[in-house]
């Protein structure tokens, strides 16, 4: 409606523009009555707009709801492209390479003063095994003593409160606590031994140890003085049988002394607690060189100090003798000894003694040969003993050569 209402009035002018100019009272007349219609248009215009308004005014509008605006897809392109005129061309500067000063290094430092190392109160080192070293074979059930040589690196005195502990693995029917037998001073040396007996089955075994102090504080050896040291055994299923020629299995005897088992073979000559060596060329007393296989038995030290061992069962034979020959080892000059051969019947407990000889390093040996036609028919086990005779075994390498049993 508003569009008809204005193009009504531009018609209005236009009409009145188009009519050529007249003369006089024509032109007059003429713009009067064109006055007249344009006002008549005009005000006809005017109520017509005022009635539209006044509907619009009661008439609620609707609600106009937004067009979303459209995103443009196209990139607007300028109406104007410069077009450079000359291509730069991009210069590559080429580096000037300045070799660094060569590094000299500084003189070696070396600190004023050198720091204490810090020493524990209980630390000990491990020096050696004396006995069973690792990775030894035994038969089943085998009693043996492991003997280790421990230094004591630590501040304190290891006093006899302190002990042997176990520490895990097998304990192999060793004693879960031993103590130790006399002090160790800071920086000395000491053995130190257990008895164990090897398992019943075969197989690789291994037990570990450490020490404890007074206060049941576990120590050990290494850097940090918390390590166990051990030993390790390998046992092989071997069933003993008696050999008549003594000297050749005589590991297949139990030998004790009086502290109880002593391990065999021994590694040195031990006169705290006896040891069982071999040898198969001794030099006895008179300077004789021997090529008969030898035990070289020293005993325990101390008051009746003895040295025994008890050999695998045997059937004696009708006929059969007991021969051996008895000295002291030449470089033992001072040896004073008294040799002992007994049995002992398989189902009784009667040790029975077939004889005793005293030897003394005196140039002199002693031959034995006793008569075993007596036990014919008998299972004994044979028990040979080295006993010191002046309640002292300091020097007592006694040498039992070639003990055997045989016909004559």
Known sequence: MKRTVIFSILMIFVLAACNAPASGDQQVIRTSAAQTVIAEATQAAINTLQAQLTVQALTPSATVTPVPSETPTSTPTSQYTLTPSLTPTPVTPTP????????????????????????????????SDVTIPDGTVMKQNNVFVKTWRLKNIGSCTWTTKYALIFAGDNRMSGPLVATLTSEVRPGATVDISVTLKSPETAGSYSGSWKLQDDKGIPFGV????????????????VQAVFNPELAKNFC???????????????????????????????????????????LILVPTNGT????????????????????????????????????????????????????NWTEISDGVKTKIDIDLSALA???????????NYNNTSQDDKAAWVAPKVKKP
């Open 222 to 237: 290494g850097a940090a003085g918390t390590s166990t040291f051990w030993v390790k055994i390998k046992v092989e299923i």
């Open 252 to 294: 297949d005897a139990e030998w004790r002394g009086n502290g109880g088992v002593i391990s065999c073979p021994s590694t040195n000559y031990d006169f705290t607690n006896g040891s069982i060596m071999y040898s198969n060329n001794p030099k006895l007393e008179g300077g004789t060189q021997e090529d008969e296989p030898t």
């Open 377 to 387: 028919g008998k299972k004994v086990q044979f028990i040979l003993e080295v006993q």
């Open 96 to 127: 000037t390479w300045t070799p660094l000063a060569t590094w000299t290094p500084l003189a070696t430092w070396t600190p004023l003063w050198t720091p204490t190392p810090l020493v524990r109160c209980n630390h000990a080192g491990f020096v």
């Open 304 to 355: 009746n100090g003895f040295i025994r061992g008890k050999y695998p069962a045997y059937t004696i034979q009708a006929g059969d003798h007991f021969y051996g020959l008895l000295a002291c080892l030449n470089e033992s000059p001072t040896c004073s000894v008294k040799f002992r051969l007994s049995y002992q019947e398989v189902g009784s407990s009667t040790v029975v003694e077939l004889g």
